[in-house]
Nanobody
Framework: VQLQASGGGLAQAGGSLRLSCAASGRTFSNYVSHWFRQAPGKEREFVAAISWDGVSTDYTDSVKGRFTISRDNAKNTVSMQMNSLKPEDTAVYYC???????????????WGKGTLVTVSS
């Protein structure tokens, strides 16, 4: 599976951005999709995950109620709507795919290149 993330950019605190991840290659719908992020000087952290069928989702506590992950298997895409952005959301965001529903980055099978999100105060 090849993954390509897009949609990053600059937003003001309280604003919104929508990230997308386009998949190609192996059957995308067989995989759990994830978003991770890595802020400068910090470790990569789990943000959100969605099951292969879109029924189950998981979010890290700091984004619950603000971010929404979704997927469209017909279009081989996964998206994440980010609302009420905060400066601490500033990071490079990565989409990833795995066969397991997990928060652990080292369980990922495929990674996309990151997209930078910058939130100004």
């Amino acid at each position: 599976v090849q993954l390509q993330a897009s949609g990053g950019g600059l937003a003001q605190a309280g604003g919104s951005l929508r990230l997308s991840c386009a998949a190609s290659g192996r059957t995308f719908s067989n995989y759990v999709s994830h978003w991770f992020r890595q802020a400068p000087g910090k470790e990569r952290e789990f943000v959100a995950a969605i099951s292969w069928d879109g029924v189950s989702t998981d979010y890290t506590d700091s984004v619950k109620g603000r971010f929404t992950i979704s997927r469209d298997n017909a279009k081989n895409t996964v998206s994440m709507q980010m609302n009420s952005l905060k400066p601490e959301d500033t990071a490079v965001y990565y989409c990833a795919a795995s066969r397991v529903f997990t928060r652990y980055w080292d369980n990922m099978d495929y990674w996309g290149k990151g997209t930078l999100v910058t939130v100004s105060s």
